[in-house]
């Protein structure tokens, strides 16, 4: 770690807070000491070079030390104007002193030192994948019930309009946004490099416009104090016109680098590498392989990576996948369906797109509210998440519903994916785990404790109370709620079910056999060991 | 290529046939020209040294060039009591040149050469993965279509119980038949290795035994005689007092060059690197790839290659797998998924365990014969093949079954499953394509030619007959059969169907909307365009 040596405008911003430089100093001194919450976003602020080309003749790093021993090496960023910005999140609490690297001598050889305190209420730290490996927990070991949605290009309309999403999701169950950096719709912000000339494709790859960048981050900072998760989705397909996913290499890589270091501190992104990327036509799997490659390098602070396909499933067994983002209406349809991209990625697997409710004329945008719901529900018993998003628009193009720009919600399935996701935060820590999927029991829960089973469409008047499980420790005593996931009530049923063994395999009461059902769709049944 | 100078025992044998040595030369000479058909073995035989470990000292390969250019080097396995040989299945017709090299001085440097002609009737060469990348074709375009059963150690049972095994499959359905190297049943032989002890796990694994090696092959000969793939199971986990699949890595690999230059030449050999690998604790799945790393080097024939699971699947994206072998009794209730295996792959599927026919009080063997043939169906619709096998025995222990000896079949899916086979056949070429399977129709065939639906156990009195497609080429007009899976019958239905546009995405006739369905179950429905 060097001495201080340089100007620096040092600053020390709170998690949340868009990056405001202070005033410039003078002579080499030392930054000022200040403090941050651990998970939170530490921003150094520089001034250095404004000519030439910046984004390309400039690099900075710095390279943060904690009392611990620690060693963080992160990348900043120009953000126009002659300022420079390194955003950092403290993994630990305590003293963090940092010294920067640059090939400009104005921003070579700062250093700094700031205190990372407890984290206050509601934040609970990035969300990674469990230890067994199939589900999702803050980094404060809170478990992350993932209830996503998507609305494509929401954060590039007009502030009405983004004020009126974030209105609108601050009363919605979800906890985790699809989000494109670069447009899919009509919107209001549609340039993030530096344009050339009138026409759509007239832009330099090589520059990016740091006003884009700065809208957009001050709608992910909102976004991320309501608690919901940003997916931020890199590249898409949808836009031959501009062809922001059709660059070269090096301007793709450039892009990656500028993304990871300008919103890869807040503790709420992930990245998507693309939606539907087997449709990006420039651009083939060793591409993507190699993408993912410079995403790894750039992002000191490893948050979530997937990607989204359209018909080709990518491998999420690869390294660099933390969880399976599949497209499908079908497999989210049974629960064993679902269960099966589990055993193939050996990741947490959520199903982002698995057609929307709406009214669309298009068969990927009219499902019901109960169809929409129903989906939720197979995914959760196998042992998978699921996310939604809507087409509802008078004009029925989905351009202009909540998929594509936000807005209001007008279905009819949030409230029942808000019940639903009682129900998960209510069950299993650190998630459901799908029981004996491959003998086709459609239960989910945890073995010898707590049993959730969904009939889906099917309105059976009663169920046989049968439940896998073998020895002492299947003989367990429950009691059984029979919950109406549309009409949202959980009705208790008296009295307990004492297991005895079946058989080899199952266990039962054999004074209860049956449990009653109502005979109505969409129902579920819950026991759960007294 | 070398000339001829040492001594050599050249002896060009048929195809089928196993390899008898010629009587030996005397000073350095070419071999004696032969013929030999296209995909058949030839077989070169040599005499050479007998002392210290042959298995370990001696190397020996040969290196065959066709007329057209074509080169391929072989590598030889010791035969015991100082026989060598060499087999090599020719690709190409026309004459092959051939020399040989070894750190032994009497098998270095022979040479000769050979005819490979005209295969005869039967004779279609290796089976093959399509073009398309989801089916199985020999080596002459002909289809394959994989019917395949399981017979763990049949091949190690006594002469007469093998006989009757091979008697009962002339008569059976089966084109695949999945066959261990390793006993792990009751068998008569037992011992691949040289013994040293009276113990189960006193043999030495630098040694093989020959003998055994030729029994089998005698076995794998006969098999193919019949059109009967050998999908040669090289490791299982059934057997930890013998041991043979916990030997040393340097073990592993010998074995796995000597089986493949003995057994590698047949042209219906197939490799199973093991079977339920994950339960093989002595190995980790870096060593699973690195064997197939050694078996690919090992294989000039490049045999299929797969490795079948019982928890955990395979990659089989991995290059070196051909196909997926999956162990899930109820990934292939549905068809759906049955196919997201394929979407996962991006290969042909095999399910070659899908819980057994049969009286075992096991879970995983008490299908009854309607169950057997579900799945074979279900596979079919979602692309897939399926394997058989039973576990009928008075003792109800499968060991004893044709699952775990062969012998007889007593269940009463083989006649159902020779009348798939059939469907098959008449069906589209390569294979059964499923029909936009993400979209729920449950459909396989062909798109606007060949469309057959499969109801399972469901009992419909009637089918609404709406086809997928779009445009023109929709437009076709379709005979209809039903088809009853259990009782074998095919009853044409009068008429044809005469499809118009009904939406954005199917086609329908108006004047026909619907399907008389018999209300039994197991019915599928055929429609060829006309």
């Not at 999420?316 to 064993?336: E, F, M, Y």
């Amino acid at each position: 770690m060097q001495v201080s040596r340089r100007t620096v405008l040092g600053s020390a911003l709170a998690a949340g807070a868009a990056g405001a430089a202070s005033s410039a100093g003078a002579a080499p001194r030392r930054a000022g000491r200040g403090t941050v919450e651990r998970w939170g976003v530490q921003e150094l602020t520089f001034h250095g070079p404004s000519g030439g080309n910046p984004f390309v003749d400039v690099n900075l790093t710095a390279t943060f030390v904690s009392a611990a021993g620690t060693q963080i090496k992160v990348p900043g960023f120009y953000d126009g104007e002659g300022v420079y910005r390194i955003r950092f999140s403290p993994p630990e609490v305590g003293s963090w002193r940092w010294a920067s690297e640059s090939n400009a001598a104005a921003l070579n050889g700062v250093s700094g030192s700031f205190d990372a305190v407890a984290p206050t209420a509601g934040n609970h730290g990035p969300v990674r994948v469990t230890r067994d490996g199939y589900h999702f927990e803050y980094a404060d070991g809170t478990p992350f019930r993932q209830i996503g949605t998507t609305c494509y290009s929401w954060a590039l309309q007009s502030d009405a309009r983004c004020a009126e999403t974030l209105a609108t999701l601050k009363a919605a169950p979800f906890n985790k946004m699809r989000m494109l950096v670069f447009p899919n719709v009509e919107s209001v912000a549609t340039n993030p490099f530096v344009r050339t000339g009138p026409g759509l494709g007239e832009w330099d790859p090589s520059r990016f416009d740091p006003a884009y960048f700065r809208r957009y981050e001050d709608r992910l900072v909102r976004l991320g104090a309501l608690g919901i998760q940003a997916d931020v989705i890199l590249f898409h397909p949808y836009d031959s016109k501009r062809g922001y996913s059709d660059m070269k290499r090096a301007d793709d890589e450039r892009y990656l680098r500028y993304v990871s270091a300008r919103f890869g501190a807040y503790r709420h992104v992930w990245w998507s590498m693309a939606n539907e990327y087997d449709a990006i036509e420039s651009k083939k799997m060793a591409d993507w392989d190699h993408l993912f490659e410079v995403l790894v390098a750039a992002d000191p602070h490893d948050r979530l990576r997937s990607i989204h396909q359209i018909h080709t499933y990518y491998d999420a067994r690869k390294p660099w996948i933390t969880h399976a983002s599949i497209q499908n209406g079908a497999a989210v349809l049974d629960d064993v369906r679902a269960e099966l991209h589990r055993d193939f990625a050996l990741k947490p697997v959520i199903f982002d797109e698995v057609v929307y409710e709406g009214n669309s004329t298009k068969r990927w945008g009219w499902l019901t509210g109960p169809e929409m719901v129903e989906r939720f529900w197979y995914g959760l018993i196998g042992g998978t998440y699921v996310g939604h998003s809507e087409t509802y628009n008078a004009a029925r193009n989905a351009d202009y519903s909540w998929l594509g720009q936000g807005g209001k919600l007008l279905g009819s399935s949030p409230p029942r994916l808000a019940f639903l996701r009682k129900i998960m935060e209510d069950g299993p820590v650190p998630g459901f785990e799908p029981i004996q999927p491959w003998w086709n029991y459609h239960l989910a829960g945890k073995p010898n404790a707590y049993f959730l089973r969904y009939f889906g469409a099917d309105q059976p008047r009663e169920w046989d109370v049968v439940l896998p499980g073998k020895g002492p420790d299947a003989l367990q005593r429950y009691r059984a709620d029979i919950i109406d996931t549309w009409n949202m009530t959980i009705t208790p049923v008296e009295g307990v079910f004492a297991m005895s063994r079946k058989n080899d395999y199952d266990v039962h009461d054999p004074a209860r056999p049956k449990l009653a059902l109502p005979g109505r769709p969409y129902i579920a049944v819950r026991l759960v060991r007294v």
